[in-house]
């Protein structure tokens, strides 16, 4: 006789499904990416995923896990592309690498692997590398930068050298930067007239790239991979502080719009703080987790130190996770008028 | 139309219903033996009245209901009692318990039985009329039908539903029996409407038996009653009785609750109606149920068969392939392998399911949980089975009731969607039956602990005793003395005598009564020592409890009350130990 127990019907689910349509879902972006911003990002894609399959392969074997078995679970690919996603284009490809083999020894491995990291490996992989390289992880390419794929590979590889053209600021960096000027005849319009940065609604470029993760994400929450809590508090909390802001002084504020579809937005709405294993998991929980996200997202990008403030705003809220799920536990079957 | 609610999660596994719902009831032939458990029902075990060599009726009792929360069981055919014996019981355990196997003589001849006269009988008769057929629920549980039909004191019954949902994959002998005998179910809806008297009647059938819920209709318009048979949506489980009264009238009944008649709804099986009603109108005990026949099998169908049919020769019937490697008892989502395929089949065996390979793959391996919250999402009790899964792993029993693992149906909704193939209802399982087992051992070292402070107050009551009548023979032994003295005073001048006798007397009883005050001063002592040695002992965690947990221990000790626990038996005992 055979035992096993029930259920004995079982939906076609595994974490590697989940982590496939994770980046399938990324593709939209990555195209943008690729297309309008530069080629180099497939390289660095490559990389990153290198690296981290690499780093998983020795942290399984150094803590006995069977190899096939959690290689192919993808998650470890999906830490590494968002990691490729979230560094300049032309970093290079030494910082892509460690800084993924970071993620997944020490984020990740050091804390048990799948499932029982408390931060997301890939923000810390980016908070890592932009405090121990932070000039370089603030070079990002103008945008119209032409250059062909092959110069790009040889500035990623460290064959040719890194031309000035490179270290452009990003859009929020370019405007916070003059708003640190103190130029009191600053005008954010004049700012946003500049084509050289700016394109239609928010950074040249950069904006397709949100607008392909909003299409990602969309279809992630169609999917029911993420539940729509998190995507929805972090975009509103951070545009009702925007907007609040720029209603307030429309020439010292860029409006929401420009925030929804600048920096690290939509990636980390969507693909980072929606991470199950470092967020929160009830639903009222996940809403904190986003707008609490959201919030401090927006005030590091707007007035701290960094070009953006998801990576910081993320990491933030995974440590304050534990509690917002202990204090937000739903009430269950039977006693919702008890609570 | 009526205005139905949903409840939270749920999931739509492939329903598999089709194969065996398509083809008529056939009734099974009769099988080599039979092997009838004493025990088909919650409650207590019914007392053998056949022993080996017995030649038994068609529906003779062969075993008495053990009290109230009890029912009868009876032979399902006429033969011969082989042995009242021990045989493996189709649960998951796979422990013996007591049987009478019976050799059928193939008569098939039924014991005299009579309709019951409803008219003239009282509630109370009807109960036991339920009790002594047999009739108990067959959706599952098995509880005996006479004790839900009873309704809660101080609550109106405002809903009685019949259950045909039957929301498990595969399952369909409940479909069939609504098809076939929806007569019999509304006559026996009817039954339990009389003794219920609720506002109303619903009828709960999942909308993806079309047929089952026309026949019901039918029924219900052609017996002239005003019952409402609702389709309600296809979606697992809504076939628990909590659910379907979720869906039906928008009540939750907690998972705390033991009795959804403190809600005012009460729940029954389609099959429980049917068989109350053959009880009740045709005087036939519970011999027999519809068993659906599926799975790995040439023709799945649904049979009408004898209880204690042992389930391999049942199985045949339906041509099982050859790599059929097990048997299952009861749907896919709660079902469980049976430990031997000889196990019979028991009044509550709704579906058994040839089990192979090709139809149940084994599992992929089991991968850490990524806290992705789809079991929360799926969880019909809305509870969080991934932190429950955590700490019953880490075997922190405590956080897992935190966290409301008794609130658990074990429907298997989270084990379904898991990614990573965690088997969730089996943590909880071990955790609960580990919490039941801790609960047994605090319990028995409760008792033990009571036991020993009644031998210890005994032992100083004892010595008191002991103390109290020496110092009695000691005080007797003065008195002797004081008045062998008075006599020896008295013999020289006799005429004093009657004098010093009135001057003895009252002293000899003024003694006796400081000795009575002196011994119950003593109990008293010793009762107060005890006292103050209990109060010691309890528990001083009851410092800092929120208002609910004191109005809970506060219901406790009024349980503890009204029970007769409150006091260790040495208190109340004390006085007549005088």
């Known amino acids: 006789m055979i035992f096993a127990p029930s259920p004995f019907l079982l939906k076609d689910a595994s974490v590697s499904q989940v982590m496939t349509q994770v980046c399938v879902a990324l593709i939209p972006g990555i195209i943008a990416y690729a297309w309008l911003v530069g080629p180099a990002i497939l390289v660095q894609l490559v990389i990153a995923t290198f690296a981290a399959l690499l780093a998983e392969a020795f942290m399984l074997k150094l803590r006995g896990k069977p190899l096939a078995l959690f290689l192919s679970d993808g998650s470890a690919i999906v830490t590494a592309w968002l990691i490729a996603l979230t560094f300049p284009p032309l970093a290079p490809w030494w910082m892509v690498f460690t800084g993924t083999v970071f993620a997944i020894v020490f984020a990740k491995h050091i804390y048990g692997g799948l499932g029982q990291n408390p931060f997301n490996p890939a923000m810390v992989a980016f908070a890592v590398c932009i405090v121990s390289f932070p000039a370089m992880m603030s070079q990002w390419p103008a945008v119209g930068l032409e250059l062909r794929l092959l110069d790009q590979i040889d500035i990623i590889f460290g064959l040719a050298p890194r031309v000035d053209a490179l270290s452009s600021a990003t859009p929020l960096d370019a405007m916070k930067t003059a708003l640190r000027m103190g130029d009191s005849n600053f005008d954010i319009a004049q700012l946003l007239a500049n084509q050289d940065i700016y394109g239609n609604f928010a950074g040249r470029g950069w904006e397709w790239v949100a607008t392909g993760y909003l299409i990602g994400g969309l279809w992630l929450w169609h999917r029911r991979i993420i539940s729509w809590q998190v995507p929805v508090a972090f975009i509103g909390s951070l545009t009702l502080l925007s907007g ?40 009222r929980g996940k809403l904190i987790f986003g707008a609490g996200a959201g919030l401090l997202a927006y005030v590091i990008r707007v007035f701290g130190g960094y070009p953006d403030g998801v990576a910081f705003a993320v990491l933030l809220m995974n440590l304050s996770a534990p509690v917002i799920d202990l204090l937000t536990q739903p009430a269950i079957f039977g006693m919702k008028d008890k609570k | 139309m009526l ?98 196997v019976i050799d059928p003589d193939g008569r098939d001849a039924w014991i005299e039985h009579a309709p019951f006269d409803l008219a003239s009988a009282a509630p109370a008769d009807v109960f036991a009329h339920l009790q002594r057929s047999g009739v ?105 009785a909590k659910q379907l009264i979720r869906v039906l009238t928008g009540k939750e009944v907690p998972g705390s609750m033991r009795s959804t008649a403190e809600m005012g709804v009460q729940v029954f099986n389609v099959a429980t109606a049917y068989t109350a009603w053959r009880a009740v109108a ?29 389930m391999d020769e049942l199985l045949k019937l339906a041509r ?104 969730l209802v089996q943590y909880f399982r071990f955790a609960k039956s580990e919490i039941w087992a801790r609960e047994r051992e605090k319990k028995a070292a409760d008792e033990a602990k009571a036991r020993f402070e009644f031998k210890q107050f005994r032992e100083e009551r004892e010595k008191a005793e002991k103390a109290e009548k020496l110092a009695r023979a000691a005080a007797a032994q003065a008195a002797k003395k004081a008045a062998e003295a008075a006599a020896a005073a008295a013999e020289p001048a006799a005429g004093e005598a009657p004098a010093a006798d009135a001057r003895t007397a009252p002293a000899a009883a003024s003694a006796a009564d400081s000795e009575k005050a002196a011994k119950m001063a003593t109990i008293q002592a010793a009762m107060e020592r005890a006292k103050a040695q209990r109060e010691a002992a309890q528990p001083r965690n009851t410092g800092e409890l929120t208002p609910e947990q004191q109005r809970d221990l506060a219901e406790i000790e009024a349980r503890r009350q009204a029970a007769g626990i409150s006091e260790p038996p040495a208190a109340t005992q004390e006085p007549k130990a005088e």
């Open chain 1, 244 to 283: 609040a802001l720029w209603l307030y002084n429309p020439a010292a504020f860029a409006n929401p719009v420009f925030h929804l579809f600048s920096g690290g937005t939509l990636l980390g709405a969507f693909f980072i703080a929606t991470d199950p294993v470092s967020g929160c998991t009830t639903p």
């Open chain 2, 3 to 100: 205005n139905l609610f949903k409840f939270w999660g749920g999931v739509k596994p492939p329903s598999h219903k089709t194969e065996s719902n398509n083809k008529p009831i056939s009734v099974a032939p009769m099988p080599s033996h039979l092997v009838v458990p004493l025990h088909q029902s919650i409650g207590g075990t019914p007392k053998p009245v056949v022993k080996a060599g017995d030649k038994v009726l068609k529906g003779q009792l062969i075993g008495e209901a053990d009290g109230w929360i009890s029912a009868a069981v009876h032979a399902p055919t006429s033969g011969t009692v082989r042995e009242v014996a021990m045989h493996v019981r189709p649960h998951p355990s796979g422990l013996d318990s007591l049987c009478v």
């Open chain 2, 136 to 240: 108990v629920g067959l959706g599952g549980a098995g509880f005996p039908a006479h004790g839900k039909l009873t309704p809660a004191p101080n609550v109106a019954m405002d809903e009685l539903i019949i259950n045909g949902a039957e929301c498990e994959p595969y399952i369909t002998c409940d479909d069939l029996l609504m098809r076939e005998r929806a007569a019999e179910i509304v006559r026996g809806t009817a039954l339990f409407r009389d003794l219920l008297q609720p506002k109303k009647v619903l009828i709960g059938i999942e909308d993806n038996k079309p047929e089952a819920v026309a026949a019901m209709q039918a029924a219900v318009t052609a017996l002239g009653e005003n019952f409402t048979v609702v389709a309600v949506p296809t979606r697992y489980p809504a076939g628990g």
């Open chain 2, 282 to 310: 045709h005087g036939e005990p519970v011999i027999s149920r519809i068993v659906t026949l599926t799975g790995n099998v040439a023709e799945p169908h649904n049979v009408e068969v004898l209880i204690g049919t042992p």
């Open chain 2, 320 to 423: 099982p392939h050859p790599d059929t490697d097990g048997i299952l008892m009861g749907g896919p989502m709660m079902g469980f392998l049976v430990p031997n395929r000889q196990v019979p089949v028991v009044k509550t065996t709704n579906c058994l399911i040839a089990h192979s390979e090709r139809l149940f793959p084994p599992k992929a391996p089991e991968m850490p949980c990524i806290r992705c919250g789809s079991c929360a999402q799926v969880c019909p009790h809305e509870l969080q089975p991934f932190e429950m899964y955590w700490y019953a792993r880490a075997k922190n029993f405590g956080k897992t009731q935190e966290y409301n693992i008794f609130d658990c149906i074990e429907c298997g909704c989270c084990s379904y969607v898991c990614p990573s193939r965690i088997p």
